[in-house]
């Protein structure tokens, strides 16, 4: 989830270069009870948003280290990785 603190709130995808610097990519936004599918890259991710990554376990967590990076120091959040 995007919350508070994370360097992902506020920007756009592409923004992120998520795919190039993790190698994961943004598959889905659970956004206000909607869901975005395949967001394009100038969607923006917003406080509250959940994301749906795909990508290997590897490549998930090197993502939700980026889309989290300031919150880690603090404490890191749930991440169910299937």
């Known amino acids: 989830m995007i919350s508070a603190g994370s360097p992902a709130a506020g920007k756009l995808i592409g923004e992120l270069r998520l795919r190039s610097e993790t190698g994961a990519s943004v598959i889905g936004i659970e956004r206000d009870g909607s869901s975005v599918l395949n ?22 967590r090197a993502a939700v280290t980026l889309l ?15």
Not at 50 to 60: A, H, K, T
């Open 39 to 60: 967001p394009g890259p100038d969607e923006e991710l917003r406080l509250g948003d959940s994301v749906l990554l795909l990508g290997s376990s590897e490549q998930l």
């Open 68 to 82: 989290h990076a300031e919150q880690n120091s603090v404490s890191s959040p749930p991440i169910r990785l299937r």
